[in-house]
């Protein structure tokens, strides 16, 4: 598990990542692409990254090596990540859960589980078959090798690392 802290110990910040503070920077990663742009006090930066090891297409379920794509929050920041540091991010949201119910993935009582904690601050399950634990992290930018997270080197992700706070905004493009 890339986050040893666990999703119960980041509830709280969950709630504040979810209000969008005002100061909150904005994160954009363009798959395609293969970067992440980091906008914010003043400062904007530019990270080469590798992504989930099936890139191309929106994530669906557990497994699929995909990295989602849409609006995510930080939800807390992990200095003892296995991959050097990580940066939670807010998978899966409402316009996830839905797909994942409209496919048959989750029954309606899992995605009635997962609207009600997203709609009231708390991070939904992350073991559902949609999947979950999907990180900004390091050790390497060179090639698309993650089960579904964004991941930099280690010297780029210390800088994001240190830029980033809990309730900045992700938008995930294609």
Known sequence: MINR???AASAALFLCALTV???AAQITVYKAKRVL???GDGATRT???GLGGSPVGRKLRQGDRKTPEGSYVIT???PQSQF???LGISYPNLDDAALGHKAGLIST???TAMTTAIQQGRAP???TPLGGDIFIHGKGAGSDWTWGCIALDDKQMRELYELVRPGDKVSIQP
């Open 5 to 7: 802290l666990g999703w």
């Open 21 to 23: 503070p005002a100061w």
């Open 37 to 39: 742009e980091y906008k």
């Open 47 to 49: 990270y080469k990254i």
């Open 76 to 78: 807390h920041k992990n």
């Open 84 to 86: 050097y540091l990580s």
């Open 109 to 111: 009582q899992q995605y």
């Open 125 to 127: 399950s992350q073991h």
